[in-house]
């Protein structure tokens, strides 16, 4: 079966987009690193399954009226902002963990974290990113055809839902290998350190964010 151009496309400038490191990046290490490959992959389950909620409001035509409205654009804007700030301040703020409480994660337990908690923490840090509003919008727009049925419009997001998940799935396990764990344990509480303030500078430049 021959993709279609437009699907071949848009998949291609998605790639380029999710692989650079953001605001989901940053989470999902954060959550591997703290909590464990599960909470890692749970978080990649999390981010990869609110790309469908972004794809369902652009094709819709919703993801067009937030993108035009300042009211609704800005309430987004904020509370992204807010909530990567938050996290943020939380890896800052993290306690300093043992040897021995670092060892116990190379092989996480289930109940290291909540895989429900980093499922939330992943589909939220995507969700309330306007940036991710914006990208869909003009992407889908400037890509996909208005003639393209809206079922196929789901299958495309659908696919870049899968991508998402499996790449950043691949990205917990790459963080949490034994390796990475030993490195993990000795300069862990700088990596939360860094990793918080990266948070926090993102959430400072969503704030700063403009709708156009």
């Known amino acids: 079966m021959t993709l279609p151009p437009e699907f071949l496309a848009l998949f291609g400038v998605f790639v380029l987009a999710a692989i650079a490191p953001g605001a989901d990046f940053a989470c999902v290490l954060r959550e591997s690193v703290s909590f464990g490959r599960r909470a890692g992959i749970a978080t ?5 399954s609110a790309i469908m909620v972004h794809v369902a409001y652009t094709v819709t035509g919703v993801g067009l009226i937030v993108a035009q409205s300042v ?7 904020w509370c992204g902002a807010a909530y990567l700030v938050y996290l943020g301040v939380r890896s800052l703020t993290a306690s300093r963990r043992s040897p021995q409480s670092l060892e116990k994660t190379i092989v996480p337990v289930e109940s290291a974290r909540s895989v429900v908690t980093s499922y939330g ?10 940036k991710a509003t914006l990208f869909f919008v003009s992407l889908f727009a400037t890509i996909v055809s208005h003639e393209t049925p809206v079922m196929t419009q789901f299958a495309y997001g659908a696919a870049l839902s899968v991508f998402l998940a499996v790449w950043f799935s691949f990205v917990a396990v790459f963080l949490t290998t034994r390796s990475m764990r030993a490195g993990y344990e000795r300069i862990g509480h700088w990596i939360d350190r860094a990793t918080g303030l990266v948070l926090i ?7 700063l964010q403009k709708a156009n």
């Open 121 to 130: 923490v992943g589909f939220l840090t995507n969700l309330l990113n306007p």
């Open 44 to 48: 990649a389950a999390g981010v990869g």
């Open 201 to 207: 500078g993102l959430g400072v430049r969503i704030a």
């Open 71 to 77: 009211l609704i654009f800005t309430i987004v804007k």
